[in-house]
């Protein structure tokens, strides 16, 4: 949901020739809907290197059926006491939202019984994003899909993770994943972790962690002149 509002008021409602006091106007807008997509995968363990899996998902397009709606209202005061209110008929559009496929792969390897190394790379096409009509027509987005196809990247998500259980009831945990930058825009960034869990019985167990977050940006404080 979206929520704006604006108001200003005067400080001497005697300088209007009209006795202008106050103003306000507020705009709200939420959306709601559904989306339905697939997703297939298959893992595979080979005998002659016990403890490894490999295993491979695709994730299908995502077919959002979405629903805007929004009003105005507006709200004026004046010194003779006037109060003048008005709202607007709510409005409503149906539209359609593909957001792209996904690709992943993966690796996990258990070492003994107290380790286990993880391997996961994702790629996905933002460029794929477009928004059409509730008649499967994109003339009305346009422009915006037109964007999206040039400012947009095929982006990837590189997560690599280690556990290890020191002792029965007790493990060390670190991982990395960094995601490269979806849009021109954007950029590319690192989620650092490291943690520790506990096993205390059967049924309860203890897990704390530490997360950072690292990007590269350049800035440039001046404009270059020749």
Known sequence: SVS??????????SDFQDGFCRYAMQYSQETEGAGINGQFGIIFTPHALKGLRLGATYTTRTVYS???????????DFDNGHHYSLNSPMGEYDYLLYSPSRISLGAAYVIGSSALISVDYETVN???IRYEDINGN???????NDKL??????????????EWWLYDSFALRAGR????????WAQEKAVNSVGAGWRLGDAVTF???YQWMTTDSSFQMYNSYP
Do not use: K
């Open 149 to 162: 196809s040039n400012q947009c990247n095929r982006s990837s998500v590189l997560r690599y993770g280690f």
């Open 207 to 209: 897990d704390i962690a």
């Open 138 to 144: 994109q003339f009305t987005f346009g422009d915006l």
């Open 177 to 184: 994943n960094h995601y490269s930058a979806p849009a021109q």
């Open 126 to 128: 933002y460029r794929d």
């Open 4 to 13: 704006e509002s604006y108001a200003e008021s005067s400080r001497n409602a």
């Open 66 to 76: 979405l629903t805007d709606n929004w009003r105005y209202s507006a709200q004026s």
